[in-house]
């Protein structure tokens, strides 16, 4: 987290939209363009790591990186500094590579990985907050191929992204 900070904008200082605004139905874009904040001018995209705080709940800080305006990384973390997610996306807003999910106390509670096309791909795991392992599959382009181990419950992963 402190790493971020040193490199991250407030999202409220660096981007137009700050949070990408809302779609035609008033939903929150989690996926967007942006543009640089400038006094005169906001034609140029926002490269670089901007940050969220999010007060509401108990993932308190988020990070995001752009590219050209387009979200490709975003990292977030629980009001007591652990980590809560960490997750890469293409721009068309689809996962694309790594997701990862921690619990609140530290325990990693998903591993996914996404093949181009925003599909699960690969050996995909989850865990239970006591460290257990919870569900592994094998996944090829979307196309479930192998179920090890079925999770008891997706419940367990609460919020995330």
Not at 61 to 70: A, E, F, L, N, P
Not at 90 to 114: Q, V
Request: charged content about 20%; hydrophobic content about 35%; glycine content about 12%.
């Amino acid at each position: 987290m402190g790493a971020l900070d040193a490199q991250a904008w407030d999202a409220f200082m660096a981007i137009v939209p700050a949070h990408g605004g809302n779609d035609e139905n008033g939903q929150p874009l989690w996926t967007h363009q942006v543009r640089r904040k400038n006094a005169q001018d906001t034609s140029q995209f926002f490269s670089g790591w901007v940050r969220l705080i999010h007060l509401e709940s108990n993932h308190r800080y988020r990070y995001q990186r752009y590219v050209s305006g387009w979200l490709a990384e975003q990292v977030g973390f629980y009001a007591n500094g652990m980590a809560d997610h960490h997750i890469f996306k293409d721009n068309l807003g689809r996962n694309a590579g790594s997701r990862r999910m921690w619990f609140e106390n530290g325990t990693l509670a998903l591993d996914e990985f996404y093949d181009h096309n925003g599909a699960l791909d690969g050996r995909q795991l989850s865990w239970t907050p006591d460290g257990k392992l919870d569900g592994e599959a094998i996944y090829s382009h979307g196309t479930e191929v192998l179920v090890l181990r079925k999770p008891t419950s997706k419940k367990a992963l609460k919020g995330g992204c």
